[in-house]
């Protein structure tokens, strides 16, 4: 395309402000080059802002500090084992070696602050794999500090809030639940209770802000005291190249076409195809999964974009082509459908199973959201498992909750009606309302209480991992995840798989620099975030794999546009 006259100049334009996108631009400004971020919606954060916002960072700083020893050797060795192709291309080896120093960089010099998370273990026993030291939180955030551009950062799901609007981490939950057992809880959930009505009075929700949207609004309030602009409701729709260069692209603004010069190159971070049905039938197993829980408007633009412009991507090696979870459909105040993540809460609580259409178990129900779909898939080749039904007693909904109904809920009645859940006295008279073969689900359900009675799940091995201890019930003995399921009245909920992040995108180097069909860099064009292939190749290592890697090639991404780019680490 020949160059345009030019209606806008700056260094480096970002498509996306996501976690790729805002910290690129973030640290670009930093770095003393002029970013300018466009953003498709009337909002910040995609779906960075309704995620945990968890970032897996081995051998990072702060974690070292408050005591948890761990080291990018260590996670090397663990990714090599799981992944199991060999990171020829030195990807993972500059996310290791560059995802404390991002950190570290992020920490000093903006508000985008973390927490360690302490013990949260990767979710594979595998020679390297750390059971503490990897995973940081964002700190909670005052959105009051945003003034009236609160409403510019996009809300968690309802599903994720109380009293329509009010944040709860995982910390706050158990005090909220047990707000009449002891002095500190009550007056720690009063406090959060008062300080949640105070912010309805001037705001749309509360103002306390946590997990992912803590991270995304920490992200743009730096950007806005760093003066970095952002254009809402904009869109680039074509790229324009100069003797080989991304040097700029055509915008759609509100309506209107733009033409914006970008002296040091383009960057694609516009999250990933989540919600585009051609590229998900391209790239993700059959049955296509219906569901996602991505942000609306990652309908695959940067990905398109990067194709149209000589990019690459390579199916082939990405696996699944995304981060799975199992999601179960609510319906919502206003009538419309929601979509639930079941990604820790439920599924390793003792006193559940997830069966498929034959009834019978098909994984350890307490694995990582991405095994349990991995394994939805695999069981689906013999038997329909997609969907699954997870199974428990109506005790263990009061008990630990289930999906979007909340512990401590005692009346299924809402959520029965709303078909959320199916509820019958005996297990013969669940299976028939969900069609599956009483005397199989009887069968199933005799051999599991036999194993969790004698705490080994022969079968799935549920309870043998870290991973799924942490999520178990400690108190429960001997093992933390099986408990007997035998009283009724018993409650199914339906499962489908889903997606927190697609994981096909385009083929970069370690710069995130765009590679052409001859595995050269295109000058001036970069991809980060779930636009990127992903690193992990269709595992999933850890907590935080997706926003990890968002930030810290977001961070090179910046480094390399800047003039600055971070050295390659040794060998590669
Ligand atoms: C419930 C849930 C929990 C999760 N928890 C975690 C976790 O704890 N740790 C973790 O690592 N991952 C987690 N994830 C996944 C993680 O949120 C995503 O993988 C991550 O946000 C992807 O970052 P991104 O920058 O690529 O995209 P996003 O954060 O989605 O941002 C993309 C942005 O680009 C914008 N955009 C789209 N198209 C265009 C366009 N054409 N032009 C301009 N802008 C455009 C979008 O509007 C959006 O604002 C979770 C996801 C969910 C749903």
Redesign the pocket.
């Known amino acids: 395309m020949a160059e345009p006259r030019w209606d806008e100049e700056v260094d480096l334009l970002v ?9 690129t631009a973030l640290v670009a400004s930093l770095e003393g080059i002029e970013p300018l ?5 009337e ?14 960072i081995p051998g990072n700083e702060p974690s070292r500090a408050a005591g948890f020893e761990d080291s990018a050797e260590d996670a090397a060795r663990y990714m090599d084992a799981l992944i199991g192709r060999p990171d020829t291309a030195g990807l993972r080896a500059a996310y290791l070696a560059t995802g404390p120093e991002m950190l570290d960089f992020i920490q000093h010099k903006t508000d985008v602050q973390f927490v360690p998370s302490g013990k949260h273990p990767d979710y594979h026993d595998m020679p390297g794999a750390a059971i503490s030291g990897r995973a940081l ?1 964002p700190a909670t955030f005052d959105g009051r500090l945003l003034g009236a551009e609160f409403r510019r950062v ?1 809300p ?2 309802p599903e ?1 809030m109380v009293l329509g609007g009010m944040m709860a981490g995982k910390e706050d939950i158990p005090r909220l639940i047990n707000r009449f057992k002891s002095p500190g809880n009550f007056f720690y959930a009063g406090g959060l209770f008062l300080r949640y009505l105070t912010d309805r009075l001037r705001h749309a929700r509360g103002t306390r802000v946590v ?2 949207n803590a991270l ?1 609004a920490r992200l743009f309030h730096s950007l806005r005291q760093r003066g970095v602009p952002i254009h809402f409701g ?3 729709r074509e790229l324009v190249f100069e003797n080989g260069r991304a040097v700029g692209a055509v915008v759609t603004r509100e309506g209107r076409t733009v033409h914006i010069r970008a002296r040091r190159g383009v960057v694609i ?4 195809y ?1 919600h585009n049905a051609s590229l998900r039938r391209q790239f993700m197993p059959a049955p296509t999964p219906p569901m996602t ?10 990905i398109e ?1 990067g194709l149209r412009h000589g990019g690459t991507v390579q199916p082939q090696f990405q696996g699944p082509g995304a ?1 799975w ?1 199992p999601v179960s459909v609510t319906r919502r105040a206003d009538g419309s459908a929601g979509v639930f ?1 079941h ?1 820790s809460l439920d599924r390793a609580k003792p006193g559940l199973i997830a069966v498929n259409g034959a009834a019978r178990r098909f994984v350890n129900e307490a694995d990582s959201y991405h095994d349990f779909v991995q394994a939805m898939y695999a069981a689906h080749a013999s038997a329909p498992s997609i969907p699954a039904h997870l199974i428990c007693e109506k005790d263990f909904v009061a008990r630990y909750g289930l999906g979007a109904i909340h512990p401590g809920t005692t009346n299924l009645g809402r959520a029965e009606r709303d078909g959320y859940v199916v509820v019958a006295p005996t297990l013969e008279e669940l299976a028939r309302k969900l069609k599956l073969d009483p005397q199989a689900l009887r069968a199933t359900v005799t051999r599991y209480n036999e194993m969790a009675r004698a705490g080994k799940d022969l079968d799935f091995g549920k309870g043998e991992k870290e991973l799924n201890r942490f999520n178990g019930d400690p108190r429960h003995e001997p093992n933390p995840c099986m408990r007997p399921i035998e009283h009724g009245p018993f409650v199914a909920m339906t499962v489908w798989p889903a ?4 994981s096909t995108g385009l083929v970069t180097n370690a710069d995130g620099q765009v590679l052409g069909q001859d595995e050269r860099a295109i000058p001036g064009l970069y991809a ?5 292939a992903s690193i992990m190749a269709g595992s999933y290592p850890g ?8 930030m810290t090639f ?1 961070y090179r991404v910046a480094r390399h546009a800047a003039g600055r780019a971070c050295p390659l680490p040794a060998g590669v």
Do not use: H, Y
């Open positions: 498509l996306g402000a996501g976690a790729a996108g805002m910290t971020i466009l953003e498709k919606s909002q910040v954060g995609g779906t960075m802002s309704t995620s945990a916002g968890t970032i897996w939180a996009r968690p799901i994720f997990m992912g995304a904009a869109s680039a971070a516009t999250g990933g989540g829980v991505a942000c609306p408007t990652n309908t695959g633009d940067g974009l981060f979870t993540p990604l997606e927190i992040g697609t980060c975030g779930n636009d990127m907590p935080g794999t997706t926003l990890g890697p968002a977001g």
